[in-house]
């Protein structure tokens, strides 16, 4: 039906995409009780961005009728819907009207609340609101907008792996210091408001009989399972559903399967009082990704598997997560190649492209669809959470994430007053944090893994 009516051209073609966003599908009910998800949950597919809409319109018209038909696949798979400000008003009108549409279709849809004061530390995603009154002024808003109707809802992606002014398990302060002109922390920006302000949040939103909420918990190449299951904690996951992964990056499934399962176990070992309690509170102390496992060499993964068995104890995990799956079929990109020919970019470059792994890296693929029939006890669900066809944001050397020696390689003949704004991966100036990325959207169709369309 797809391919027939891009071939009739774009009226066909908007009207092929509405039907698919119109057609429902079996669901539980949109008031029963969300915790824990249904293997037979199916998930709300929101509209496809105007942008979207435009490229599948421009493929049509230039003939790339197989393209256009990869695009429309991803952009009418079910994603999840991104709320990142706006007055409370306004957030709980826009949140009411989601979960409207998705009970329409007999969906659950997936709601992710962006509006943490200090959010993304003012990089490439910087906003969120002044203060933690404001910001949970907003949450109450968010909350009601729901009302008593299902919804997953991720929670502000970021605000674990990123807080103003944190001493972590090792004593060292994160890099995170929003300052005033004289170099004082501004209003709001210490670690106790940030972690208030989340735990405000999720006393809010459990509060709702519909919500199935989870944390942010960064993923496996970020945080070390020891540091994000204490931050989790005092965020107050063990109020709420659990934990999410991999919205900030393009880590493996089969990795953060292992990752999840091991902040599940370090939440458990942390509260297990058994032998005397030695355990308790003790989140330092556990296995993680870095140790006694190498990071770099999943075989030696199996080394923190032994530690749990050995060190678990009696406890039994029970905090359960989700894996965002939009963009990770293919993993990251290591950017090793571009120390080789054509490129010659010195190591000191290599390494800095390699950091800003997370940002829109080129080569990328969709993962697996989303489903709540996972088979694995402890996830809940794959989801599209980060929206593919996105940008990440300006990925340039102005911006620390593409440094580049033009002097080595630069077939576009950038001038050196274009350089910082210009990323050589893509060989193009690409957009903000937020806007459609048509390169990157068909990439992630083109290279799906597996694939969208045989």
Not at 95 to 116: D, F, G, H, S
Not at 306 to 323: C, D, K
């Amino acid at each position: 039906m797809i391919l027939s009516s891009l071939r009739r051209g774009v009226p066909a073609l908007v009207t092929a995409v509405a039907v698919i966003l119109s057609l429902g599908v079996a669901a539980p009910d949109a008031h029963a009780a969300p915790k824990p998800l249904s293997a037979t949950t199916r998930f709300y597919t929101p509209p496809p961005h105007p942008a979207a809409v435009r490229q599948i319109a421009d493929l049509t018209r230039a003939g790339r009728i197989r393209d256009a038909g990869l695009v429309t696949r991803m952009v009418t798979t079910p994603q999840a819907v991104w709320f990142a400000g706006g007055s409370p008003a306004e957030v709980r009108s826009k949140v009411r009207r989601t979960v409207l549409a998705a009970a329409r279709q007999k969906t659950v849809p997936v709601l992710v609340a962006y509006n943490i004061p200090f959010r993304d530390c003012a990089q490439y995603a910087a906003g969120g609101a002044r203060n933690t009154t404001d910001y949970l002024a907003w949450i109450d808003a968010f909350a009601a907008g729901i009302g008593d109707r299902r919804a997953v809802v991720l929670l502000e992606p970021d605000s674990i792996g990123i807080v103003p002014f944190h001493i972590d398990l090792w004593g060292e302060q994160e890099w995170c210091r929003p300052t005033d002109s004289a170099g004082n922390p501004l209003p709001g920006a210490s670690s106790e408001e940030h972690f208030a302000a989340l735990h405000g949040a999720v006393d809010r939103l459990t509060r709702r009989p519909g919500v199935a909420l989870y944390l942010d918990a960064t993923h496996s190449d970020w945080l070390g399972v020891d540091e994000s299951a204490h931050r989790l904690v005092k965020a107050g996951v063990q109020q709420a559903q659990g934990f999410f992964l991999n919205s900030e990056n393009y880590q493996l499934t089969e990795r953060e399967l292992k990752y999840g399962t091991w902040i599940s176990q370090c939440i458990a070992f942390a509260a297990n009082p058994d032998d005397g309690g030695w355990r308790l509170g003790r989140h330092d102390l556990c296995g993680s990704q870095y140790s006694p496992a190498d990071h770099t060499d999943f075989s030696t993964w199996v080394l923190t598997d032994q530690w749990y068995s050995e060190n678990l104890g009696h406890a039994v995990p029970t905090t359960r997560f989700v894996i965002d799956t939009s963009r990770n079929g293919n993993g990251p990109n290591m950017m090793g190649t571009y120390a080789n020919a054509p490129y010659h970019q010195p190591p000191a470059v290599v390494d800095t492209l390699a950091e800003g792994n997370w940002c829109t890296p080129p080569g990328r693929g969709l993962g697996l669809r989303p489903t709540a029939d996972t088979g694995v006890p402890l996830v809940d669900a794959y989801l599209w959470v980060k929206v593919p066809g996105t940008s990440d944001g300006t990925c340039d050397a102005a911006g620390g994430a593409r440094a580049w020696d033009f002097d080595r390689y630069n077939p576009w003949q950038v001038p050196p007053v274009q350089q910082p704004h210009f990323d050589p991966l893509w060989g193009r100036t690409i957009p903000p944090f937020g806007d459609w990325f048509d390169a990157s959207g068909l990439e992630l169709a083109q290279l799906a893994n597996p694939p969208l369309m045989r």
